[in-house]
Structure formats: C-alpha cells, structure tokens
C-alpha cells in the first residue's frame, strides 16, 4: 500500500570529482579502526552524542538521527518545537519518518563526493580569528561549491583547537568508504510498520524509480514531496517539515 502526494522532480546527476589537495587537518577519532596484520578490520566502538529535550520520560522517544556532514545541532529548533506538540506520547511515536532518502542507491544523484574534495582542499593558517577563519575557507569552496547555503552548511563543521582549524568531520574516512555510505544494503525483510517518506520537491533523492523498491521495503508507506524544498527539508521549509511530521503522528 504505497500513497504519494505530489509529483517528484526527477533529476539524476553526477558530481564532479575535483583533485585531492591540501586540506585542514582531522582530528583523530577516538576508536578509530586499525587494520591487523591478517588484513582484517578491527572496529572500536564510539559513544553516542546526543541531546535530550523535556528530559528523562517513560514513554517511547522520537528520535531524529542526521545525516552525512550534519550534527545534532542541525535539528534543534525542529525539536524543540516537536516536543512542545507531541508530549511524547507512547502510542504515536512508533513509526518512521525517512527525510529525503530512499532504500536505493544514491550515486547518480548526489554531491556529497564533490563536497568532500572541496572540503579536503582547504587550507587555514593557525592563529586567525575564527570569523576570518571562516570566511577563508568559504572562499576556498566557493569555486566548486557555488550554492550559498550549501557552503553554510558545510561550515558548520569548521571546530578551532588548540589554535588549529579543522573539520570535525572525518573527511579521510568518508572519502575512502564514500562507495558505502552512498550505496544501499540488500535486505530482504521488508518494515511492516507506518513509514513517511518525506521528500523536497526540488531535490533527486526520492523520486519515481524508487518507488517499487519502498513498496518492497516499506509496504505501509506513504510519500510526500513538500513544494520548494530540496534536498535539507527541515532548514528550506521548515515550518512546513514540522506540520507533515505532526500530521503523520496525528499531533494536534
């Protein structure tokens, strides 16, 4: 039982790969995976960063998880407003809201590749103020990145320590597991739980190629596409974003 709402905008196109150059330094992660010497992957685990709103509460949260180059604090005003709406009530938090993703393959649609080169490219000097910091290396991706709010956002992983500037991101490993990150696993138990698949008109994640594959996956999902948005919902529309979430767990 698939249901959608408005007609997607079907635009498959493919990022260019810009040559690796200098960047600023990672930080080096905490439980990094090191290779052994049988060429295994050894993985340590990481602890989970999170922020609770309303506080402790024995009924089943909503939990938002972001995605690749987001943070936490991308979705906090969303949350603070869903929180003031839900309650936090246990009988209609139980279901899934997917945001401009589909269980397919994203390779021919996304930018995230061109992102990182971008990113791993620039170069600051130690010692500047943050807010020069941040304008040098806006100017850095403006050349390959030319959509203002997308260099906004990838901003927003630029961290100073100790004087340095680097991304808190860890560019080295999504560069090298990008096939991965952009790919999609074979599962063959579908979600028999209410799904919202909920799409930006203007954005080429979800469109009518994926269809067969939700109705697969996800057989009591619905798709909305919400006019003008593309490919970060929330941050385009996000008033909109909150009203077919509220809508969808039938929050006054």
């Excluded at 809201?97 to 269980?103: A, E, G, L």
């Amino acid at each position: 039982m698939l249901r959608w709402f408005g007609r997607p905008r079907l635009c498959l196109l493919r990022a260019p790969q810009p040559p690796a150059g200098p960047r600023v330094p990672n930080r080096a992660a905490a439980g990094s995976a090191g290779a052994s010497a049988a060429g295994r992957t050894s993985v340590t685990s990481l602890p989970l960063s999170y922020v609770v709103f309303d506080g402790p509460a024995p009924q089943p949260p909503l939990v938002f998880l972001h995605g690749l180059l987001g943070s936490k604090g991308n979705f906090r005003a969303i949350a603070r407003a869903l929180v003031q709406r839900s309650g936090r009530k246990p009988d209609l938090v139980e279901r899934l809201v997917s945001v401009d993703i589909s269980p397919t393959e994203s390779v021919a649609v996304t930018d995230f590749p061109a992102y990182i080169s971008a990113m791993r490219r620039v170069s600051i000097p130690s010692g500047i103020p943050r807010s020069t910091a941040r304008r040098l290396a806006e100017d850095q991706l403006r050349p390959a990145i030319q959509v203002s709010a997308v260099r906004q956002f990838l901003l927003t992983n630029l961290v100073e320590a100790e004087g340095r500037y680097m991304w808190r991101a860890n560019l080295e490993a999504i560069s090298h597991h990008m096939a991965n990150i952009v790919g999609f696993p074979v599962f063959h138990t579908p979600y028999p739980g209410t799904t919202l698949f909920l799409a930006g008109s203007d954005s080429p994640y979800v469109s009518s190629e994926d269809y067969p594959e939700i109705e697969r996956l996800f057989p009591e999902a619905e798709i909305q596409y919400i006019p003008g948005a593309g490919h970060w919902v929330h941050a385009d529309k996000s008033q909109e974003f909150i009203t077919a979430i509220c809508n969808f767990l039938l929050l006054p």
